[in-house]
């Protein structure tokens, strides 16, 4: 589903990823682990295609087709979906009214109708459901006023309308008190372990994992991969810290 060969790409000038190489199947969720400031954040924003970061060599395939090639919104009609370590408020703009709009504009890319409204808010209120999540939450401007925990939740809500192919989740854990935690893990299985999917999640801590078990962990230190294996990776990193594993 997506082959990252060789990728390097600068923030500002300065090279952040360097010869990164990473493939994911259909079917399997990934885990990237590393420590600050290795790059992960990079990673997402430049395969979402985010202005600024800037791809300088290496190439990115995603289900048949030149990633790199097309638009942050084509990305995102294509099936890729971006969860965001810091999500955006957009005043002004209700979760709904923009959920409705995105998910239109990914129909409208693959020439279907608009869903009506009524088939829109049936998907909302499911969705929502799964996530635990209050559907007048979701009247309201997109997280504007929302807590760092319902940020993560409503942007797991707007997955679960999305119903993307790939979705790379940054940091989805962070702020999440253990209830919380579960909720995500719990609703990011429900929307994406599937045989058509993939996942892949950037986390600092081992937490997440309990929930969602990755088949596959890697670490990114220095913008490239340094190392991989399976789930017991993580718990190695959680115990031993990434100086000692990935040295
Ligand atoms: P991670 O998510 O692994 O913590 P990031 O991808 O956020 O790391 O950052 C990688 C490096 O890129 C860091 O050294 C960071 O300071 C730098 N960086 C990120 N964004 C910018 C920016 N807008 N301008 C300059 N440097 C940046
Ligand atoms: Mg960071
Ligand atoms: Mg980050």
Request: charged share 20%; no cysteine.
């Amino acid at each position: 589903m997506l082959t990252i060969n060789n990728l390097h790409a600068t923030v500002a000038d300065k090279p952040i990823l360097k010869g990164l190489s990473l493939s994911i199947n259909a079917g399997e969720i990934h885990a990237i682990m590393g420590p600050n400031g290795a790059g992960k954040s990079t990673l997402g924003y430049t395969l979402g295609g985010r202005p600024g970061y800037e791809v300088t060599g290496g190439s990115v395939e995603f289900d048949g087709q030149d990633l790199l090639a097309l638009e942050p919104h084509e990305r995102a009609a294509a099936g890729l979906f971006l969860g965001f370590q810091y999500p955006v408020e957009i005043p002004g703009v209700s979760n709904l009214q923009f959920l409705r709009e995105a998910l239109n504009a990914q129909r409208k890319g693959h020439g279907e109708e608009p869903l009506s409204g009524a088939a829109f808010i049936k998907r909302a209120k499911e969705q929502a459901g799964l996530l635990r999540f209050d559907m007048d939450m979701l009247k309201r401007p997109v997280n504007v006023g929302f807590s760092g925990g319902e940020k993560k939740r409503a942007e797991m809500v707007q997955m679960g309308i999305l119903a993307p192919k790939l979705a790379i989740l940054d940091e989805t854990d962070s702020g999440l008190d253990i209830d919380a935690l579960r909720i995500v893990g719990e609703g990011i299985n429900a929307i994406m372990r599937k045989p058509d999917k993939a996942v892949l999640l950037i986390t600092h801590y081992q937490r997440l994992l309990d929930y969602v078990q990755p088949d596959f962990v890697h670490v990114l230190a220095g913008g490239r991969i340094v190392k991989s294996g399976g789930p017991e990776l993580a718990l190695q990193l959680e115990s031993e810290g990434y100086e000692a594993v990935a040295a």
